[in-house]
């Protein structure tokens, strides 16, 4: 009797799955399927050069488009040709701005961008946005989940959406008031994902490549991270869309794509981890450490 009960759930398992090893995330990505990828869209894509290298940033104006559309005119404009990475917070963010804001004289002027603009914290919710529904549920919002490559959450009975603090989220710094940014100074997320500013700040994106050149920068030792003296600034030599760059100068990067019945394997592997060093599966896991592949093309 015992042997014919072994051999129903053995044959269960079988035909559930339960049974069949499961793969690594670097397994996943080596048996994945060329459709399971997308490239990144040149006239949404920025590239700020520094000393050091290039770092990738998906713009997601499907969120912030005021936001990004301003930032995409200060680009073209050159605004950040020449200024500088100006804090460098422990565990939390890296900060790029003009660097003689408070100068009138010396700050740089704006052209065709704006200074300021409204908020963006969150955005209508479009029903024919594609939301990847993270299972596993959330301490800051009703739902979160993957909309297009990018962290985000939704309150349907309010009919909102927005961006996630996840590590490498790019957002506009501002003032007290809410409408006191608009993209002239940005940073990125280079630590513990600070998910209290969900909704307080306007995000515009996410670092895709290069993220090591801004968390491995030293750490400024002003208050909030501030670089107390001038030379201790990152100079920033350009800050360019993809679209302007030649094609044989940009980065061929493509990103999985979170829709996929791929990126959903990849979440159960970082769910409960496969690998033999772990001895005890979390059966959970938390949005921001949901890592969302990206290749060299």
């Known amino acids: 009797m015992k042997f014919f009960v072994f051999l129903f759930v053995s044959f269960f398992l079988t035909l559930t799955g339960f049974s069949k090893t499961r793969l690594s995330m670097s397994e996943l990505i080596a048996q994945s399927k060329p459709t399971d990828w997308r490239s990144l869209d040149p006239a949404q894509t920025l590239y700020m050069e520094l000393n050091t290298g290039r770092v990738v940033i998906e713009l997601a104006p499907g969120f912030a488009p005021n936001h990004v559309d301003n930032v995409k005119k200060l680009t073209q404009e050159k605004y950040w040709d020449g200024l ?5 917070q422990d565990n939390y963010v890296v900060q790029w701005a003009e660097p003689n804001s408070s ?12 200074a300021t ?37 939704r309150d349907l009975k309010n009919k909102k959406g927005w961006l996630l603090h996840c590590y490498g989220a790019v957002g506009a710094g501002r003032d007290t008031a809410s409408n006191s940014g608009g993209g002239t100074e940005l940073y990125a997320v280079t630590g513990h994902a600070p998910r209290h500013l969900d909704r307080n700040v306007t995000l515009i994106g996410r670092v895709v490549s290069g993220i ?14 501030f670089y107390d003296k001038s030379e201790q600034a990152i100079a920033i030599k350009a800050i360019q869309l993809a679209s302007e760059v030649s094609e044989k100068n940009r980065t061929q990067l ?41 290749r060299t093309k």
Do not use: H
């Open 103 to 114: 100068d009138t004289a010396k700050k740089k002027t704006i052209k065709t961008g704006k």
């Open 117 to 153: 603009l409204d908020a963006e914290f969150d955005t209508p919710w479009d029903a024919k946005k594609s939301f990847v529904k993270l299972k596993d549920g959330d301490v800051y919002a009703p739902e979160v989940g993957f909309v297009d490559g990018f962290p985000a959450a």
């Open 84 to 88: 500088a990475i100006v804090r460098s």
């Open 254 to 294: 493509e990103v999985m794509k979170t829709d996929s019945k791929i990126f959903q394997d990849v979440i159960e592997s970082r769910r409960n981890r496969p690998e033999e060093w772990f001895k005890y599966k979390a059966d959970k896991i938390e949005i921001c450490n949901v890592p969302i592949p990206v």
């Open 212 to 225: 090591e050149l801004l968390s491995s920068l030293p750490r400024g030792k002003a208050a909030m991270g």
